[in-house]
């Protein structure tokens, strides 16, 4: 299918300096998967992107009406209203990059793999306590959920996701999840897994280091 097409407004370059940051030990649930395109490569790498400031918002970039594998999975739920829905990469465990269909409706996020048209995971927006980004023009966040494992992933549309999340969340309840501005934060990839992320802003873009703390 030709709905994920390479992304190509997520620019990496490998450090010349610098090794890939050391994957964690263990299995993992999607490790047969194939990788995204820029795996591995994100660990001690340049990532620049252009600046979202000027970029029109119009939530669902994908077409979910029309796609009868994405509407499927949200009438299962009982889903309907989509806030947002759009490509991303998300990091596994391990480390490896995986291609992603994040879909925001007004009750959860759902994870879909584009190649196998199979949703790997749910999270109920109650459930998100908190959402990380740097203070750069990076492309990374971290939803953080206590009850089960956090998620890392990577847009071009960090900014407008994050608000999405918020706005949803609030409009459901009493509750504001804290949007944590950092330039280096953790954040659990399994429940005994703990990685750090840190960004330094270097000449022509930013470097990112994912670290293992545990």
Sequence with gaps: MDRFRPLRRIQVEPEPASSPAPATGGGDAEGNESLAPAAGLLMGAKVRRRSAVYRDCKGDYIG???DPCL???LSKQGDNKVLFADKVLKFTQS??????ILVITDFALYLVDPDADILKRRIALAAVDKLCISTLSD??????????YDCL???TRK???VDVIVKAIKSTSE???????SNRFEYHAAAEVIKEVEFE????????RITNKS
Aim: overall charge positive.
């Design 64 to 66: 979910v009406p029309n």
């Design 95 to 100: 480390g490896k990059m995986k291609r992603r």
């Design 153 to 155: 992933m990577a847009s």
């Design 201 to 208: 802003e270097v000449d022509g873009g930013i470097k990112t």
């Design 159 to 161: 900014k407008e996701i």
């Design 175 to 181: 509750y504001e999840p804290e949007v944590a501005s």
């Design 139 to 148: 492309n990374f966040f971290a939803i953080i959920v206590p009850t089960e």
């Design 71 to 73: 509407t499927k999975i």
